[in-house]
């Protein structure tokens, strides 16, 4: 089969080397076919299609509540979208916390249903027995430590983590447990920026950072929250380029505003 013409997608081994070379990965998130296209065209190198989706699409206090079933439904309008960038995609809350067998089964079924290149679980020790299945049997798997959103019952607010010693040894102890289980990347989130260069340069494999400072391999945001989508949200690691949420509304006073005068359609925009 001829791949003339075909552009060439981000794999695990393109994110390995780009951490080798110095350069920056980015990625973004995505829930629909629409922003997915704009976020590959764009030229971001991964797209998460992220539990988030629960707070951000589905209007939810917390990650906990979205399925498989509906993380399914969003990464398949996603994967239509993109050629270049790698995809991957949360296992959310209780499709691998009861079982190691069962996270498999369910990493196995995103890949399978989607056409996504891989996922992404929260948690060190206690998730390297799943990490390390799921990538034996050929899926790649992303890391993903200090705040994790699905324990956020545990935690108990969204405060950063790594400040106090015994947290930041544990995720230093935790990013090596991922890498070694098998893990391709690791996100870290929410944790203080000299912690997480610490761990970056412990890893060999990449660490793309939220709200853990420069020194990480790559950075993610969630795609709503860096156009200004969301008028609730302002942590401080969120630099919003753009703020779509007053454009969209904007626009809209301008639609009604039109439609009410009569203004539109006009002539040209009729048959
Ligand atoms: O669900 C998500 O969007 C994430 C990012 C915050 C990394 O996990």
Same mark, same amino acid.
Do not use: W
């Given at each position: ?31 629909? =076919? ?5 976020? !590959? ?5 991964? /797209? ?23 993380? &399914? =439904? ?11 960038? %790698? &995809?991957?995609? *949360? ?19 995103? %890949? ?18 799943? &990490? ?26 969204? #405060?950063?983590?790594? #400040? ?26 929410? +944790? ?12 060999? +494999? ?10 990480? !391999?790559?950075? /993610? ?19 919003? =380029?753009?703020?779509?949420?007053? *454009? ?12 009410? !005068? ?10």
């Amino acid at each position: 089969m001829s791949t003339e013409g075909k552009v060439k997608r981000i794999t695990t081994k393109a994110l390995y080397l780009l951490k080798k070379k110095g350069i920056k990965i980015t990625a973004l998130t995505a829930y629909d =076919y629409m922003h997915a296209r704009i976020l !590959d065209a764009a030229g971001i190198d991964v /797209i998460l299609v992220g539990d988030s989706l629960s707070n951000v699409f589905q209007g939810n206090e917390t990650t906990l509540p979205v399925t498989m079933d509906e993380m &399914i =439904y969003h990464t398949k309008a996603v994967t239509k979208a993109v050629e270049r960038a %790698m &995809i991957i995609v *949360d296992l959310p809350f209780m499709s691998y916390q009861l079982s190691t067998d069962e996270g498999f089964r369910n990493a196995g079924r995103i %890949m399978k249903e989607t056409s996504a290149s891989g996922v992404k679980l929260e948690g060190g020790e206690r998730v390297a027995e799943t &990490i390390r299945k799921i990538t034996q049997a050929g899926i790649p798997v992303m890391g993903h430590l200090g705040l994790t959103p699905q324990s956020i019952h545990q935690f108990g607010s969204y #405060r950063e983590r790594g #400040r106090i010693e015994e947290e930041a040894e544990e995720i230093i102890k935790d990013s090596i447990i991922v890498q070694e289980a098998g893990a391709f990347a690791v996100v870290l989130e929410k +944790i203080p920026a000299d912690l997480a260069k610490k761990v970056s340069e412990q890893l060999t +494999i990449p660490t793309i950072g939220i709200g853990a400072g420069v020194y990480c !391999d790559g950075q /993610i945001l969630v795609t709503p929250d860096m156009l200004g989508l969301n008028e609730n949200f302002h942590p401080r690691f969120v630099r919003k =380029y753009l703020n779509l949420r007053d *454009d969209i509304e904007n626009a809209v006073k301008q639609y009604i505003s039109d439609v009410k !005068d009569s203004s539109f359609p006009n002539q040209e925009e009729s048959y």
